[in-house]
């Protein structure tokens, strides 16, 4: 830390419209309440963005063959293809386990390869598929 006659000795050679009074206040004014002045030690960022999380994460929720109705909501109504990570906003590990219990799934007759059950076409959509939740950079 710069000593005050030091710092003294830089104020003096700014010109006289400069504001030499702020230039003498600490840079920052994060201090804890106590006698010491010692600098707050704060445990995690306060600017920083909640993370997201995927929609089976944040429910907990773990794919499963035998719920077909789940799985069909990612799997395309027209050419039965499972929709990509960018389109439904799952996380990696999730999105595998999707594809793997969709396969599952299909091989055991629960679900149609090529197409989405009828009876699951009317079911509210967890995501839009015209509009991708982390859209690329073209």
């Known amino acids: 830390m710069i000593s005050r006659v030091l710092r003294n000795v830089c104020v ?13 206040q600490p840079a920052y004014k994060y201090y804890s309440s ?12 306060p600017f920083a963005k909640e993370k997201i999380k995927c929609i089976l994460c944040k429910h907990d929720i773990s794919p499963d063959y035998k ?7 990612f799997q395309s109504p027209y050419t039965g293809r499972v929709y990509g990570r960018h389109i ?12 793997r ?10 679900m149609p390869t090529y197409h989405k059950a ?4 009317n079911d509210p959509k967890l995501f839009d598929p015209e509009k991708a939740v982390r859209p690329h950079k073209y």
């Open 118 to 121: 009828v009876e699951f076409l």
């Open 12 to 24: 003096q050679r700014f010109p006289d419209y400069v504001n030499k009074a702020a230039l003498l």
């Open 67 to 73: 719920n077909v109705q789940l799985l069909s909501q």
């Open 34 to 45: 106590s006698a010491d002045n010692t600098p707050v030690d704060l445990k995690e960022n």
């Open 88 to 99: 439904t906003g799952l996380c990696k590990s999730r999105h595998e386990q999707v594809e």
């Open 101 to 110: 219990e969709i396969m599952k799934a299909q091989n055991a007759g629960f």
